[in-house]
């Protein structure tokens, strides 16, 4: 989908703070096969058009985002069907993967993993 030259997978991190970010980026940033694109979520809108405009592999979301409502997962979903969306609970160390797959995340590679298999 949003693979770039050199076979790099694109991945968009979306948080509330950006110091969530900074540790995502410095885990991911170590991989010379993904390309980490950050925000930090002002709203449903400007994410769907960060979404569109940047046509990543994964998106990674924190689930505080989803469970204040802020964020519309089957919008997102619905519109961007291609997309592996993995919904990170950063205070229980886990992920889920939007096909409701649950993987426990307990080193860096584990997420990686993640992101690499779709």
């Keep these: 989908m949003g693979q770039t030259g050199c076979g790099l997978k ?9 110091v969530v970010i900074e540790g995502i980026e410095s ?9 980490v694109l ?3 979520y002002v709203d449903q809108d400007a ?11 994964a998106v990674i979301i924190e689930r505080s985002l989803l469970f204040s409502g802020q ?12 997309i592996r969306i993995l919904v990170l609970n950063v205070r229980d160390n886990d992920v889920n993967i939007y096909d409701h797959n ?3 995340i307990s080193h860096s590679r584990d997420l ?3 992101i690499r298999t779709f």
Aim: with cysteine.
């Design 71 to 82: 964020i519309n997962l089957l919008t997102l979903l619905t519109s961007c069907q291609k």
């Design 47 to 57: 994410l769907y058009h960060k979404v569109k405009e940047h046509k990543p592999d």
């Design 10 to 18: 694109k991945v968009l991190v979306v948080v509330s703070e950006s």
């Design 27 to 35: 885990i991911l940033s170590r991989e010379s096969d993904l390309l």
């Design 38 to 40: 950050s925000t930090v």
């Design 102 to 104: 649950e993987t426990p």
């Design 112 to 114: 990686i993993s993640s």
